[in-house]
């Protein structure tokens, strides 16, 4: 249960730090809040040569409204955003609750969580829920990675070993949009067996947009998008929404493991699709 | 690179101590500094039982390195009480027996501080979240204890 040995780096500036992943490429592993990180050094599924650790780069912590949206630094905590969000930001807190414990949020970071990639983690579903993106900067440049395109599979991402993930880019809610955030976990704070971030906007009393993210049901969080187009235009009702959640549940291939089986993950996604969907529209509809 | 040296505080005194940077910051409390109250049980963030206060806020021990904790203000277990008095939440813990065999209550007990100074008055679902994070065979003891001080 003790790390490997590494050579530790802990470098003053972003450019100092992607000058380092150049350097080791696959070698090296990025340290952030190590929630994620230190586990598998620990348990030594990890044995990385090299380790970049970001904690002393200055500047990085920052949470701002931004591009429509909020721009998150890299090394802005789960914790920082939480209390942030309590005022005026309920979808956000509502997802940001149920990451782990509060002493687990108060080293891991947003971008750490989406890097890492946790098929059944909460924030990536938000990212993708929201079409948000994240900004990458290697030696060679910055891109911009939108969530649709980052999930690639169990704890793989499309930014490459040389990228450090600098900013997070969470747009808001579309105008007068409502959201529903649901999971089931075994006890309070651990990952999700499965879970459903959804959005609904509503048009002279039908649904203008639906939005569902569905995680813990696969190698990666899902976007649900042939439900999403099945609900556009239609009424807002219990039945509507039962109809698009057979549909999303019945193309999911979520794993079966010693913690549920496949067709309880199936199930329960199903029930959280038609829960998360009809409290939106509920919010939709209400004062706020 | 493998080894640095680090200076921090914890329960108001200072050390610098030089370690290996692979060590957690829960090795160095222990073995380095003496300070064996921090408990280490499953050494992956699952159980709390090593929680201390890093700069006033909870965070898991062995779950980071010694070497990131340099400059940082550490509270652990020995210093919660003062002198010979114990603290509030320890005379509560003893009085409603608020520990079984005692093992993760030093993660527990920094871990409702931390909570309680944010949240002077909670309601019976917060104190519930927040001793999840902290998985005991005495949290029944521990939420009625807490309930009834
Ligand atoms: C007991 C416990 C319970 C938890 N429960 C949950 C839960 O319910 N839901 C949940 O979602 N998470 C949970 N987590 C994980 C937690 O949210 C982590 O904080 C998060 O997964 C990783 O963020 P981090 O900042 O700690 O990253 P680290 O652990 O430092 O890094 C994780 C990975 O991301 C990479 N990385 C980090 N930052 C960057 C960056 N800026 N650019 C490129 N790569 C980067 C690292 O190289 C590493 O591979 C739990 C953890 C513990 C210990
Ligand atoms: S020993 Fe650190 S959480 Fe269990």
Not at chain 1, 110 to 138: F, N, Q, T, Y
Request: net charge neutral; charged share 20%.
């Amino acid at each position: 249960m003790k790390p490997a040995p590494f050579e530790y780096h802990d470098p003053r500036s972003i450019d100092e730090a992607v000058a380092l992943l150049a350097r080791h490429g696959a070698d090296a592993k990025v340290l952030a809040g190590g929630q994620s990180l230190i586990p598998l050094l620990a348990f030594r599924l990890a044995r990385p040569a090299v380790i970049v650790d970001i904690n002393r780069i200055p500047g990085l912590d920052y949470v701002r409204n931004e591009h429509e949206g909020l721009a998150i630094g890299a090394l802005a905590r789960q914790r920082q955003l939480e209390r942030w969000a309590l005022d005026g930001s309920p979808f956000l807190c509502t997802a940001l609750r149920h990451v782990g414990h509060a002493a687990i949020r108060t080293r891991g970071t947003i971008a750490g969580s989406i890097a890492h990639a946790d098929p059944a983690a909460e924030l990536p579903a938000l990212l993708l829920c929201l079409d948000g993106s994240v900004m990458a900067r290697s030696s060679s440049g910055q891109r911009e990675i939108p969530a649709r395109e980052l999930f690639v599979s169990h704890l793989t991402t499309a930014v490459r070993a040389d990228e450090l993930i600098t900013e997070v880019r969470l747009p808001g809610l579309p105008d007068g949009a409502g959201w529903g955030f649901l999971e089931v976990a075994r006890r309070h704070g651990d990952f999700a067996l499965v879970g459903v971030a959804a959005v609904v906007a509503l048009r002279n009393g039908r649904i203008a947009q639906a939005r569902v993210a569905l995680f813990g049901c696969g190698a990666a969080p899902v976007r649900a998008t042939p439900a999403e187009q099945a609900l556009a235009g239609q009424a807002p009702t219990r039945g509507t929404f039962a109809a698009a959640a057979r549909e999303a549940a019945g193309t999911l291939t979520p794993d079966a493991d010693l913690h549920a089986s496949a067709e309880y993950r199936r199930s329960v996604a199903h029930t959280l699709m038609v829960r998360a969907l009809a409290a939106a529209s509920e919010r939709a509809r209400g004062p706020g | 690179m493998t080894h640095r040296t680090v200076r921090l505080h914890v329960n108001g005194r200072e050390y610098e101590r030089t370690v290996e940077v692979r060590k957690t910051l829960a090795d160095l409390l222990r073995e380095d500094l003496d300070l064996t109250g921090t408990h280490l049980g499953c050494e992956h963030g699952v159980c709390g039982a090593c929680t201390v206060l890093l700069d006033g806020a909870p965070a898991r021990a062995c779950l980071m390195l010694a070497v990131q904790a340099d400059g940082a203000r550490l509270l652990t277990v020995e210093g919660l009480a003062d002198g010979e008095r114990l603290h509030p939440l320890q005379e509560a813990f003893w009085t409603h027996h608020g520990l079984q065999c005692g093992y993760c209550t030093p993660g527990i007990l920094l871990t409702a501080k931390a909570f309680l100074d944010e949240h002077p008055r909670p309601t019976r679902a917060e104190i519930r979240e927040m001793l999840a994070g902290n998985p005991s065979v005495a949290a029944p003891a521990i939420s009625s204890s807490s309930m009834r001080s």
